[in-house]
Each structure stands twice: as C-alpha cells, then as structure tokens.
C-alpha cells in the first residue's frame, strides 16, 4: 500500500517536472531571443508563450512514449470530432448563459454605457472573440484533457486521475506574473526570476475564488472525457464557447465591486468564474450521477 500511494505520489508529480523542465528552457532562451532581436517584446511574455507553445509540443514525444493513439487522447474521426465540437458549444452556451443572466441579474455585472457599439463592431468583435476562443481551446484540451489525463489514467485510479488533471487545469491559469523588467536591466536570471515569480502565484490567497471555480470547470470537462468515448472534441466547443461568452461580457459588462453579491465573482481573474460557476457547475455534475445512478 504505502509503495502504491508513492508511485501514485510520484505520477502526480510528473506534469509539474514537465512544466518546469520547459519554464526552465523558455526562460533561458527568452534572454538570448531579446539580445538578438533587441526590445521587441516583454521578457515576461515570451517566457510565458514560450514554455506554452513547448507544452502543446510534448504531446507529440509523449503520446509515443506513452504508447496512447489519437483516440486514447480523445480524438475522433474528423467528422464525428466536427460534429462534436459543435455539440459542445451548445453545452457550452447552455451551461454558463445562466451564470452570466444571475451576475445581470444580481448587479453583479453592470452594462458598460461608456462604449459605443454598432452592429458591425459586435459582430466583428464577437467573431474575433470566437477564433481566440476556440484557438485557445485547441490548446488547452488536448494537453489537460486529453495527453495528461489518458497518461494519469494509466497509472492510476480514473477518478483520482480526473482529480489531478482538473487541479493542474485550474492552476496553470495562474502560473503568471505582471513584473515587466525593463529591457536595459534584464540579464540571464530575469527569465528565472519571472519564473519564479509565476509558479509562487498559485498560492497567492487572492485566487482562491477563482482556483475552485476553475477547478469545478476542470472537473466537468473531464467527466465529459471519461464519460464519452473519443470525447475531447465535446471539450473544446464547451471550452470555446465559455470563453467566448467570458470575453463578449467583458466588452459589454464592467463588475460592480460595491455589489453586495461580488464575492460570487473572481475579479482577480475575469469578473466571471468564481463560487457561483463552482456551485452551479457542481450542481449539473450532481444532477448528472444521480441521473446515471438512479434514473437512466
């Protein structure tokens, strides 16, 4: 038993070894990229983006090393993933418009009146809005939800593997730093010191609303993976279509801090995510076992 818990310890560990491994190449290269190119970009990006881009990277080597196929990691055929990626979007609106209603509702989040807006900016401002979503949601699930936890699952228990990869879900958003280092003073270590800075945000106190609201949205995405076989294409277009919504409502809605319902929110993060997605969300998983379990 206790060698099964140390290897279970040890399999946990090794995306946090990954991500480190490539913060420490993204920061290393990051200084020589701006003595070449000159003060093009902030350090603090480029480490950022850089170990980033090398994360989606690894799911290549990895799923060899792994031995996991294309459909281990979620994928199904092209038109079933297509189809899927629009059934998630559904989800995707169906799930978090109510949320965004509640915080209108609340007063929580109050219309913008100092904008102006026609209808070619909205529907120019929405389509970009999308194609960032959906971009950053090609990103984000097949590494979380499809290469780490096809890899966790193979080591461990599914629902502590589902566990494990929602927690690394929520605390990648804030692995980050807002230290700009001047061009003129930066040297070999700034990368590692913006590095540093990054990882030790996670246990910054101010996240923790938007932490477990993240978590709970790790949560979901992964019981759609386990649920439903070949499923990341679900995961996306549910993926795409929360960040569209976030993003849309931050162009339209400001947060009213003086609210007496702001600590539903994380403003922290977007102004959104924090206990009420937690607890609604929380709620349709609930709703989804006991459905299973009693009703199906």
Known sequence: MHSKVIKTAYYALVPLFIL???????????Y????????????RKIVSKGTQILLLFSIFPLRHYLKLTWADIGFASKTVFIKQIMQGLVLGLITLLPVMLVLYGLEVSVLDTDKEWTISKIIIRAGLALVLAMLISLGE?????GILFAGLKKKMMVVLAAIISAGYYSAFHFVKTKTKIPYEELSISSGFQLMAEAFSNVLNPEITSAFIGLFVVGILLVTIRSQIKESIGICIGCHTAWVWQIKIGKDFFDTNKNSPYYYLVSDYYDGVVGLLVAIWLSLALVSYFVWKRYIK
Do not use: R
């Not at 480190?20 to 990051?30: M, N």
């Not at 699930?141 to 939800?145: I, K, S």
């Open 20 to 30: 480190l491994f490539f913060a420490v190449i993204s920061s290393l290269l990051s």
């Open 32 to 43: 020589f990229f701006l003595v070449l190119a000159g003060d093009v970009i902030t350090m």
């Open 141 to 145: 699930e097949p590494l979380f939800n």
